[in-house]
């Protein structure tokens, strides 16, 4: 059951990670393109309300991709030097810990947005709509949780994290 949801969570994490990938281009392209137009005084319109809503992307859209392939910043200084008994407790503790955390981002991220969506918040200079990015960044926190509690029950079962290599091949 855990193989068939981690092939599923691949997929997933590959996919919004694409997304983001496609939005962190789309934001350098609009940054270059604003910098050429503004030496001719007429720089792109709504250049700091795209950035910041391509930006919310690539950042919800990365979270549950780089746990997945454990690129995030880890600092492990004395945890090598403790027992393992107390290294899997720690990796126990924080797991759910994170798990709880990312999922209460998700729920509280959803609110925002439903609230968003009822005032019919739009951006001052192009007039998008607020929502639809809110909810992006709560969909990556949810995906995130549950990359999370995949860890987590890797752990309780006893089993070791994938590494990217195996992940490729599956």
């Not at 720089?43 to 454990?70: C, D, H, I, K, N």
Request: proline content about 4%.
């Amino acid at each position: 059951m855990i193989n068939k949801l981690e092939k599923i969570s691949i997929w997933f994490c590959r996919a919004l990670a694409g997304i983001a990938g496609v939005a962190l281009t789309a934001m350098v392209l609009l940054a270059c393109a604003n910098m050429v137009f503004r030496a001719t005084w007429v720089p792109v319109r709504g250049t700091f309300e795209l950035m910041g809503f391509f930006g919310a992307v690539t950042a919800g859209f990365s979270l549950a991709f780089s746990q997945f392939y454990r690129s995030h910043i880890a600092v492990g200084l004395f945890y090598s030097k403790f027992p393992k008994l107390v290294q899997t407790f720690l990796d126990i503790v924080t797991g759910f810990v994170s798990c709880v955390f990312f999922a209460l981002c998700a729920i509280e991220t959803t609110k925002w947005g439903l609230f968003l969506l009822d005032l019919g918040e739009m951006s001052e200079t192009l007039g998008i709509p607020f929502y639809p990015f809110v909810f992006a960044v709560a969909f990556g926190c949810a995906v995130m949780a549950f990359i999370l509690l995949l860890d987590l029950v890797r752990t309780l079962l006893g089993k070791k994290p994938l590494k990217p290599a195996e992940l490729g091949s599956k």
